[in-house]
């Protein structure tokens, strides 16, 4: 027996909660890690956003798939799917936050680490993270005395807002979940804290290069920003191009010359990121979501990188209405974010030129990787 993270959103707990509970379904981007799990196996439940754990499931058949919809009649993207057995399946206010001293000082990838610290939460970026037999022993005992023994763990006014969830229905009947964020007061910041912020992102504008460089692509960088990225990034090759080899229309080439990186191989674009550079990530945003209503067609995995601590702000900003609507797809479908820490941990790599771009599978992180 193994156990395994399974990640639901505040709106697919309480779809879950109100069904049979006796499908979990997941992308169908893990489908070679399901192939792995078998029955017997436990899945141990953590809600995203709340940041809570909340139950366990015992996995009764192997994976199959099935994308007809389980709880509504449009389309379903949960099409990787286990017969499961609810073990242990509480309400949200007596599941139990992940940063309480219970939980946080007592499995491995938590004990030991501040609790402002976001270098934990690669196990739960995506559903299906093997955990430790002893960290899921852990938290299955400690789940089920919440059973035996409840404890309350109310649920403040942010956590309240967390759960107005939205859907909407896109061209092709799927439904999509997207959030509308609240109104955010821009700081005040002086003109050293302006420059630092700055300093900051061309540094990582220089990483993504020099990451691109070892793994053998072609890098662009704007030439607005050329001149200071070369004074961090030094090419050990002939990796900068001096023009994109590519063949678009005149507004399609001005948006895909002004994206702060891209990798490209061939005639092709691998990746292009997106660094914040300011306390507002729209630009950034806006840019994707420019090329991907300019070129539909065009198949880029696109990234918004920014410091662990924009995270959901950066994917609320991706999950909004008018992204849903993009002939290519929702943007949250497309378009992912990355932290700052995640790609200084990627480039101490020592094996990079070994490596291709799906390493960035490890980091990214999904607007919606809640799964059913």
Request: charged share 25%; aromatic share 8%.
């Amino acid at each position: 027996m193994a156990y395994y993270i399974n990640l639901f959103s505040p709106d697919t707990y309480q779809k879950f909660s109100d069904s049979d509970k006796s499908i979990s379904g997941v992308s169908d981007k893990l489908k070679d890690v399901a192939s792995t799990i078998k029955p017997g196996d436990k899945l141990i439940c953590y809600v995203t956003k709340l940041s809570r754990w909340v139950g366990v499931l015992e996995v009764t058949s192997n994976y199959f798939i099935n994308d007809s919809p389980i709880f509504t009649q449009t389309a379903d993207p949960y099409v990787v799917r286990f017969n499961v057995k609810p073990i242990i399946w509480l309400p949200l206010e007596n599941a139990i936050p992940v940063h309480e001293d219970i939980i946080w000082n007592n499995i491995s990838f938590t004990k030991g680490i501040e609790k402002k610290s976001t270098k934990w939460t690669y196990m739960v970026k995506r559903s299906l993270c093997k955990l430790n037999d002893g960290d899921g022993q852990f938290l299955e005992s400690v789940l089920l005395n919440q059973i035996e023994k409840p404890t309350l763990y109310p649920l403040g006014e942010a956590e309240q807002k967390k759960l107005k969830t939205l859907t909407v229905k896109t061209q092709n009947s799927k439904q999509v979940t997207v959030s509308i964020p609240e109104n955010e007061d821009v700081p005040t910041i002086t003109v050293n804290q302006q420059q630092s912020t700055q300093r900051d992102s061309i540094k990582i504008q220089a990483l993504l290069a020099e990451i691109g460089e070892r793994m053998n692509f072609k890098i662009w960088v704007p030439r607005s920003d050329r001149q200071r990225v070369l004074e961090v990034w030094h090419p050990k090759t002939q990796c900068l191009l001096e023009q994109l080899p590519l063949n678009y229309d005149d507004a399609t080439l001005k948006t895909i010359e002004n994206i702060d990186v891209l990798w490209i191989k061939g005639r092709s674009i691998v990746r292009a990121f997106e660094v914040e550079h300011t306390t507002s990530i729209y630009s950034g945003i806006l840019r994707m979501a420019d090329l991907m209503a300019l070129q539909p067609n065009l198949n880029i995995r696109a990234h918004i990188v920014a410091p662990a601590e924009r995270k959901e702000k950066v994917l609320q900003e991706i999950s909004r209405p008018v992204f849903a609507f993009l002939e290519k797809g929702p943007l949250s479908e497309s378009c992912t974010f990355i932290s700052y820490e995640s790609i200084q941990e990627l480039s101490n790599e020592k094996s990079l030129e070994y490596m291709n771009d799906n390493v960035l599978e490890k980091f990214e992180e999904y607007a919606e990787e809640a799964d059913i």
